[in-house]
């Protein structure tokens, strides 16, 4: 399954933007989808989860901010980015594993077998 990120950009404080990630293949049937984003200089880091049923998980610095969610009818994911900070900036990736929640909570970004090249956030 190919993953192909959009929806990325430069935006000031405060602001939004959405994320999509697009499967070339089907994304139903029992999978962890995640977002995962790395800023320069640092480590990867998870940022939100979504199990097939529809369980989310977040990363703290992101909770009450970021909604995860997937179209199965679109094999589309998305990330909504609400009230934007400068420390959000970074390269976002999407990532697709089988698995079952709440397995999909201890899933880090090397045990993701489908993952995108990644989109670009900039906020200042």
């Known amino acids: 399954v190919q993953l192909v990120e959009s929806g990325g950009g430069s935006v000031q404080a405060g602001g939004s933007l959405r994320l999509s990630c697009v499967a070339s293949?089907?994304?139903?049937?029992?999978?962890?989808m995640a977002w995962f984003r790395q800023a320069p200089g640092k480590e990867r880091e998870g940022v939100a989860v979504?199990?097939?049923?529809?369980?989310?998980s977040y990363a703290d610095s992101v909770k009450g901010r970021f909604t995860i969610s997937e179209d199965n009818a679109k094999n589309t994911l998305y990330l909504q980015m609400n009230t934007l900070k400068p420390e959000d900036t970074a390269m976002y990736y999407c990532?697709?594993?089988?698995?079952?929640?709440?397995?999909?909570?201890?899933?880090?970004?090397?045990?993701?077998?489908?993952r995108g090249q990644g989109t670009q956030v900039t906020v200042s």
């Open positions: 990532a697709t594993e089988g698995g079952m929640w709440p397995q999909c909570l201890k899933l880090p970004w090397y045990d993701y077998t489908n």
């Open positions: 293949g089907n994304i139903a049937g029992n999978l962890c």
């Open positions: 979504i199990g097939s049923a529809g369980s989310t």
